[in-house]
Nanobody, 121 residues
Framework: QVQLVESGGGLVQAGGSLRLSCVVS????????MGWYRQAPGKQRGLDAD???????QYKEPAKGRFTITSDNDKNTMTLQMDRLKPEDTDVYYC???????????????WGQGTQVTVSS
């Protein structure tokens, strides 16, 4: 079984920082691209940042310029350094990974359970 576990969420004041982590475990052959998404109640889940296996990162607003995504292929982990946080960054953050669990198999999307980030004004 494949499992993604996020950690690092919490309560922080506006202007502060948090570092989210995502660990992939289980029956994993290769982890491809990974990404961080956010979701507010009643809204669609949206991409903040993603990173390819060879380290190419892209960012979407409102993460651009404030968040930094990194990954470690050897450890199957990913982090999101969140700086200059704003109250509007308050959301549940999810990690997603494209994973193949069999040699030469297709990649499927797997999601973590989410971690709450709350930014107070």
């Amino acid at each position: 079984q494949v499992q993604l576990v996020e950690s690092g969420g919490g309560l922080v004041q506006a202007g502060g920082s948090l570092r989210l982590s995502c660990v992939v475990s289980g029956n994993v052959i290769i982890v491809g691209g990974m990404g961080w998404y956010r979701q507010a109640p009643g809204k669609q889940r949206g991409l903040d940042a993603d990173i390819t296996r060879d380290g190419h990162a892209q960012y979407k607003e409102p993460a651009k310029g404030r968040f930094t995504i990194t990954s470690d292929n050897d450890k199957n982990t990913m982090t999101l350094q969140m700086d200059r946080l704003k109250p509007e960054d308050t959301d549940v953050y999810y990690c997603k990974a494209k994973i193949t669990a069999v040699p030469d198999g297709d990649y499927d999307d797997y999601w973590g359970q989410g971690t709450q980030v709350t930014v107070s004004s």
